[in-house]
């Protein structure tokens, strides 16, 4: 059974670092990989997709890897601002898409 | 309107109530799906729909009824619910499922309350 995991679970940082999210899943067998932010309340938006092919994906300040064969994928965030506040989930999918339970973020003046 | 819309975006019902969320793609998808958000809990997927047929039926309990008329419109048909169904109620779409290439869009969800 696919299982995906995450951590931190929750990050607090000063505006400007550099951060790096983890995401690792048990079973490699993966169509791709998705990244989504949540802002409370609120629905997913999609950031970034990295085909089971695909090594890395990048959007602007964006960069998420994928290691297929050990089961790890990290989004770093560069040059972090308080708008990049929101909790982030990554997700595998297989037949369906699997979450893992998110890492919150949250960025300080 | 743009993206994935979902009405209504709060509802709070009894138990008795029998209520419906609506779902509706303008990115002319061929797949749509409900997921369900409880606290603390990973998201959860409900029901896949692809080519307007339901694929997935995640052991839901009947109590919450899909319906797919088309492909750009879902409906989530509530019943009977119970206190610990309150949750957000996500909506998404996609082109291409079962492909490597299949991303889900999301909608704002419904935030749905039982009493």
């Known amino acids: 059974k696919q299982e995906v995991t995450q951590i931190p679970a929750a990050l607090s940082v000063p505006e400007g670092e550099n951060l790096v999210l983890n995401c690792s899943f048990t079973d490699s067998a993966i169509y791709n990989l998705q990244w989504f932010r949540q802002d409370p309340g609120k629905g997913l938006t999609s950031l970034l997709l990295i085909q089971s092919s695909q090594r890395e994906q990048t959007s602007g300040r964006l960069n998420a890897s994928l290691d297929k064969s050990s089961g790890r994928s990290t989004l770093y965030i560069a040059a972090s601002q308080p708008g990049d506040s929101a909790t982030y989930l990554c997700a595998v999918y297989t037949d369906k898409l699997i979450f893992g339970t998110g890492t919150r973020l949250q960025v300080f003046p | 309107e743009t993206g994935v819309t979902q009405t209504p975006r709060h509802l709070v019902m009894g138990m008795t109530n029998k209520k419906s969320l609506k779902c509706e793609q303008h990115?002319?998808?061929?797949?749509m799906y409900w997921y369900k958000q409880s606290a603390k809990k990973p998201l959860e997927l409900m029901f896949v729909?692809?080519?307007?047929?339901?694929?997935e039926n995640n052991s839901v309990p009947s109590r919450f009824s899909p319906e797919c008329p088309n492909s750009s419109h879902l409906f989530l048909h509530l019943h009977t619910l119970q206190p610990e169904d309150s949750a957000l109620y996500l909506c998404?779409?996609?082109?291409?499922?079962?492909?490597?290439?299949?991303?889900?869009?999301f909608g704002p969800g419904t935030r749905l309350t039982v009493l």
């Open positions: 998404a779409s996609s082109q291409n499922p079962g492909s490597a290439s299949n991303e889900q869009f």
């Open positions: 729909y692809s080519l307007e047929e339901r694929v």
């Open positions: 990115l002319g998808h061929n797949a």
